[in-house]
């Protein structure tokens, strides 16, 4: 059976930001699998078979630094609250 882009992403995210996809997903109402899809389908689903693995490496790397930034941002409000 073939696996779908979001359960290979899922595999491979890092565990502090699954954690944050949770904390976002129970936010805003929404499951972490969606919330993948939606990354996947807007972020690497935009590549061609033309692409190389560093490419889609670099896309990666980027969604976990966004995912990064905003952890650090919903710490802040939870701590100003």
């Given at each position: 059976?073939?696996?779908s882009k979001t359960?290979?992403?899922t595999a491979r995210v890092d565990p502090k930001i699954k954690e944050v996809l949770q904390y976002i997903a129970?936010?805003?109402g929404v499951s972490v699998n969606y919330?993948?899809?939606l990354m996947v389908n807007n972020q690497l689903s935009l590549m061609?078979?033309?692409d190389d693995i560093e490419d889609f490496?670099?896309?990666i790397a980027g969604l976990e630094l966004r995912l990064?930034?905003?952890k650090r941002m919903c710490e802040k409000l939870?701590?100003?609250k």
């Open positions: 059976m073939k696996n359960e290979i992403i129970v936010q805003e919330l993948l899809n061609s078979s033309s490496k670099k896309r990064k930034i905003r939870k701590n100003n």
